[in-house]
């Protein structure tokens, strides 16, 4: 089989030679397994990308059975290593050989992703370098195409003077235009207070002992993605990455799904075309997977009252549409919530209301309350009316400071990525 010009490249990230490179896996793996990790590393070595593509393939199939046979917590890492062993085989066979298939990045990429989401970590992250490579190569592709077919953009919103609210980096900063949900009137005796940049000290006695909700503003204002994130912006970054996508309006629904897809098939359906469906990017290894954004990000200063390491903060990424909906539920940390790009509503009930709030009774949904908060059913859920609550309506560049265990909905009223910190 010839060699695609990427194979040089792809390489230069490997280790130099077979004897550097590990192919060792733990004591659970079959043995026939552990001998195809072992093969398929010298028929790279040796320049057989066909035979290696092929063993990546054997291993990704037979392992995805041990990751997907049991719950996850029970899954060895030695299948997960096994797993994204198989895939660096088949991503390198795929983009090592010519012809295999039209653009074999786009798939190489994808193979990668699902070793970075469902896979063990190794050879120092080589998966990630592996990345690094493949995009820039699908990067100058779609450059190229792009010169012949100009991209999508997103739909013309227009102002009462007729001037174009959505072109350039703001398209997405101008949400109030663009809604399609209703902004809820809140009453001032409610909302959660503001602060503007609390001293550490400040934020400690008043908010974090007492543990009572507060909207800290002028703490992310210096953040790149305050200034860089638009739904451009990620599909220049992430629009080729493959993703889990969640599905239907809520997580409490019958029909709520799951799916794999690319960044950019989540844009043009979910974001671009807003259809009655929600799509919901609700992520928490997204800025493992995606590095440029996680370099615009920062931690919050308060973040080092907690009593954890730095690398016990769980970041997720929350981006979609308007209209998604995070239903009534708690976490057992600390949460600081990042608002960077368009608004949420956003409704907190303490601990001490947990009766009127009707948890499921089911061990995999009792910290969701069972009721719509926005519509609530009173002839079953009675008490609802008489629980307390603060809310709010979150602005980019303002963080809310959501207690340990306090309950929250949240509801977006424009396309919106928030940025969640989870700490204790
Ligand atoms: O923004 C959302 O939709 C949900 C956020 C949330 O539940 C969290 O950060 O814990």
Redesign the pocket.
Known sequence: MMQNPLWPQLKAVLPANREEFPADLGPDVDEAIAHCVKEAASSMYNGDLAQCMHLGKVIMDYSWEKLNGCNWRDVSRDWRTAYSYGCLYKAVGLCGSAGVAQRPEDEALRVCDMALLLGAEIINNVMSRIISVLKTATQSEEFQEKSDHPPRRLKRHRDNQGKDLDTGPEASRIPEKISRSLSPVLSANTTVPIVRCPSLELFRQNYLIPQKPVILEGVIDHWPCMKKWSVEYIQQVAGCRTVPVELGSRYTDAEWSQRLMTVNEFIDKYILDQPDRIGYL?QHQLFNQINELKEDIGLPDYCCLGEGDEDDITI?A?FGPAG?V?PL?Q?PQQ?F?AQIVGR?FIRLYSVSETKSLYPFDTTLLNNTSQVDIENPDLGRFPEFKQAAYQECILRPGQILF?PVKWW?Y?R?LDISF?V?F?WS
């Open positions: 609700a997720n929350w998604t995070s539920h976490d949460n919530l949420k959501i929250h949240v977006s928030s969640s989870w």
